[in-house]
């Protein structure tokens, strides 16, 4: 079975600093990875995803991860943080043996003026 | 497109009361699934389903049931409500299983006193 460890619970930055959200899985097989979202009182939105095709990956709002199977690592980053990217981020793993997503607990980034 | 929508946004219930929670999309998506959001824990997923008739359970599928009548819609019933059930519920749609692309609704913040 997959899971997923998001190693820090809060993150904050000054705005206009990188930001570093870290990630690490476990999979049998080649996982599928996902970061989603969320702002205070509302549904998730998806960020970006993985699927075997190149280990960079550029999601929306200038946020993009790099997948290393080598660390088990997909941590997401940011060159310049804006104070509308505070809100909870979440890593997900998913693959072919279970058929669902495993949800890691969160990182709440806060940005700073 | 609405999207993923979920009724009611908010509710309250006593101890044994049941109730059902409504999900539906109008995406064609074959994958639908519930999950439950939690302070510290991420979403976990409480039933999914990946077709018309077909069920299966998550991670934590105790004291909830599902139906799936028809791809629009993914009604989750809560049996006899517990403490423990107060959470925030969020019911997701995909494609299909292969890329776990969900697009989640907006969610309904339960509490049982």
């Known amino acids: 079975a997959q899971s997923v460890t998001q190693l820090d619970s809060h993150v904050s930055v000054s705005e206009g600093t990188p930001v570093l959200l870290r990630c690490n899985y476990s999979s049998s097989y080649s996982p599928s990875l996902f970061w989603y979202v969320q702002h205070p009182n509302k549904g998730l939105q998806l960020l970006l995803k993985?699927?075997?095709?190149?280990?960079l990956v550029k999601g929306i709002n200038g946020f993009e991860a790099e997948f290393k199977k080598s660390e088990t690592s997909f941590h997401l980053t940011k060159p310049s943080a804006h104070m509308s990217d505070a809100a909870e981020y979440f890593c997900v793993v998913s693959d072919l043996e279970d058929n669902d997503m495993r949800f890691g607990a969160g990182t709440r980034l806060t940005v700073k003026p | 497109n609405a999207g993923v929508t979920q009724t009611p946004k908010f509710q309250v219930l006593k101890t044994g009361q049941s109730m059902t929670l409504q999900c539906a999309q109008d995406?064609?998506?074959?994958?639908m699934s519930w999950y439950r959001q939690d302070p510290g824990m991420g979403l976990r997923l409480i039933h999914y389903s990946v077709g018309a008739g077909i069920t299966d359970q998550g991670e934590v599928p105790n004291g909830y049931n599902v139906s799936r009548s028809t791809t629009e819609d993914f009604p989750l019933r809560l049996l006899s409500a517990a403490p423990s059930q107060t959470s925030v519920y969020f019911c997701?749609?995909?494609?299909?299983?292969?890329?776990?692309?969900?697009?989640f609704g907006p969610g309904t913040r339960l509490t049982v006193t």
């Open positions: 995406m064609n998506h074959e994958y």
């Open positions: 997701a749609s995909s494609r299909d299983t292969d890329s776990y692309e969900q697009y």
């Open positions: 993985y699927t075997s095709a190149a280990t």
